[in-house]
Structures are given as C-alpha cells and as structure tokens.
C-alpha cells in the first residue's frame, strides 16, 4: 500500500495529505525556477497520486504559479505545471501537471509526516542552469547537465523503493 505523506506550509494555514509509491527525496533540480520557488539550492520533488490529494485545511491560502520559460527570449512561454503555494507564507506545497493526470509532486519541503527516508546517494538535474555560487549536497551524487536517464518511479524501482 502506498504511504501517506502529510504535509504543511511553513504558516499552518495549509494542511494536506497524499498517497505516495516513490517517497523517498533523492533528487534535486538546480534549474532556475526550483531555484528561485524553493530556494537557494534548488527542490526536491517526491512522486504522489494525484487523486488520492486530500487538503484537509487552507484550501482558500493555495495559490497557483506557472513558470516563464526561456524568459526573455524569443521562446518565451509559460509552462503547464502548476506550483501550489501558499499565499499567506509562500512556501511551495506541491506540482501538478495536466500532461500526466494522475501524477502529484510534492516539494520534499513541505512534508511533515512521515520522516522521509535519506537516499545514499543524491541524483542532482539541471547542472546547465545552475550559477556557480549554488553549491551541490554533500555525500555520494550522480549529476546531470539536464536531466538523469530515470523517471521518479524507474529510480524508485530500480533501487526498490517503490511501495505498491
């Protein structure tokens, strides 16, 4: 069965809950959107089932940013993701995506319950987009210059984490 992962922003004004098969939080994106949304070094985005996401307080504290991509370019577009956030602290809850219904990704950061489980080793993405002051993680790491070859749930599942 999967796990409950229960989860809160900084304030306490939103409170959810969410099923997840891929719990464990072993990988970092450096681009500049986790960057800028999630902090200095970047976010850390667990897997979840979409309809199993329960908010149990703060519904109305939850606003939505999508992304600009390639700001300032001629390809500028926004990005269908949708980041939850909550509008009274800021602190990023969770990503949804149209294109895959029935993903979820919580940020590693919100979620309270229960302790997530350290990864031997730290797979970090978007080295291309990462400034040079941006220091990576102590410990063991694979690193990519966009992406690694491993979607959240074929990491989880070659390294048997995945919860059924």
């Known amino acids: 069965m999967p796990i409950k ?3 809160s922003c900084h304030c306490g004004a939103v409170r959810f809950n969410v099923l997840s098969s891929t719990p ?16 200095v070094g970047g976010s850390v985005n ?6 199993t996401l329960n908010i149990t307080q ?25 980041r939850n956030f909550c509008t009274k602290c800021s602190a990023m809850l969770w990503l949804y995506d149209e294109n895959w219904p029935d993903l979820l990704h919580p940020f590693a950061s ?9 990864p031997e080793e730290m797979v970090i993405v ?3 987009s990462k400034p040079r002051y ?4 102590e410990g ?10 491993d979607s959240i749930e074929e990491w989880h599942k070659k390294h048997g984490e995945y919860v059924e």
């Open 5 to 7: 992962l229960e989860g």
């Open 24 to 39: 464990v939080p072993y990988q970092l994106c450096v681009c500049s959107i986790c960057r800028k949304v999630g902090g």
């Open 46 to 51: 667990l897997g979840a089932h979409a309809k």
């Open 58 to 82: 703060g519904k109305g504290h939850i606003g939505v940013y999508k992304a600009v991509l390639d700001r300032d370019t001629p390809d500028e577009s926004v990005a269908s993701s949708e």
């Open 110 to 118: 919100a979620i309270d319950k229960p302790e997530l489980k350290v």
């Open 126 to 128: 978007k080295l291309d």
């Open 134 to 137: 941006v220091r990576l993680p």
């Open 140 to 149: 063991p790491k694979q690193t990519y210059e966009h992406y690694g070859p």
